[in-house]
């Protein structure tokens, strides 16, 4: 698998992976869906634009956490060996993050207990137990990325993308799109948008 150290207008870098940012599809909407149905489907699709970029990273661990070995592009205007302190940086900073949210949903177990008194489905008990079973999840997926063998290969394209997001986004957003396309992440674009 490879894996994209991309740089943020801020800086920083993040980890990319175009297998996991394919644009969500577009349900079809019906004139015979009910107010309901509708409202239910803006909630459902807000929703989903809200939680993109952590479903997006969360997916990204999963399958890291199922591979052994991941060859890492990062570009050629890093030094490798800052390129793999970044790279064990992002890990450690998404270990210790769904350890925090794991325990915080666990302790706020409890206090939703009492709401199974009332007749109908508990859902915040249902919410929080399913939420800290998935950072469980994504804390020993992390911890697994940690200890991958890793490739790291510098890229010349990626130092292009460097220089890129760090223009105004409208004059970048087109140059990222066409290098996406040049390096073979044909999403590359909504990383930044």
Same mark, same amino acid.
């Given at each position: 698998?490879?894996?994209?150290?991309?740089?943020?207008?801020?800086?920083?870098?993040?980890?990319?992976?175009?297998?996991?940012?394919?644009?969500?599809?577009?349900?079809?909407?019906?004139?015979?869906?009910?107010?309901?149905?509708?409202?239910?489907?803006?909630?459902?699709?807000?929703? =989903?634009?809200?939680?993109?970029?952590?479903?997006?990273?969360?997916?990204?661990?999963?399958?890291?956490?199922?591979?052994?070995?991941?060859?890492?592009?990062?570009?050629?205007?890093?030094?490798?060996?800052?390129?793999?302190?970044?790279?064990?940086?992002?890990?450690?900073?998404?270990?210790?993050?769904?350890?925090?949210?794991?325990?915080?949903?666990?302790? /706020?177990?409890?206090? /939703?207990?009492?709401?199974?008194?009332?007749?109908?489905?508990?859902?915040?008990?249902?919410?929080?137990?399913?939420?800290?079973?998935? %950072?469980?999840?994504?804390?020993?997926?992390?911890?697994?990325?940690?200890?991958?063998?890793? =490739?790291?290969?510098?890229?010349?394209?990626? /130092?292009?993308?460097?220089?890129?997001?760090?223009?105004?986004?409208?004059?970048?957003? %087109?140059?990222?799109?066409?290098?996406?396309?040049?390096?073979?992440?044909?999403?590359?674009?909504? /990383?930044?948008?």
């Amino acid at each position: 698998m490879n894996l994209y150290l991309l740089p943020t207008r801020a800086g920083d870098y993040f980890l990319y992976s175009g297998e996991h940012d394919a644009p969500p599809t577009a349900e079809p909407v019906t004139d015979s869906e009910s107010t309901a149905q509708e409202l239910w489907a803006r909630a459902r699709k807000g929703y =989903d634009r809200l939680t993109r970029r952590r479903r997006q990273k969360e997916l990204l661990l999963k399958s890291l956490g199922a591979l052994d070995r991941v060859r890492i592009l990062y570009p050629s205007s890093l030094p490798e060996k800052r390129a793999r302190r970044i790279y064990q940086t992002l890990i450690q900073k998404e270990t210790a993050k769904h350890k925090k949210w794991m325990i915080v949903n666990t302790v /706020a177990l409890p206090v /939703a207990v009492p709401l199974s008194l009332i007749p109908g489905p508990n859902l915040l008990l249902a919410y929080l137990a399913w939420r800290s079973v998935s %950072h469980y999840k994504m804390k020993k997926a992390s911890e697994k990325a940690a200890e991958l063998e890793l =490739d790291f290969v510098p890229d010349g394209l990626l /130092a292009e993308l460097v220089d890129l997001v760090t223009q105004w986004p409208f004059r970048a957003k %087109h140059r990222i799109r066409k290098l996406g396309d040049r390096l073979g992440l044909a999403h590359l674009d909504q /990383a930044y948008g």
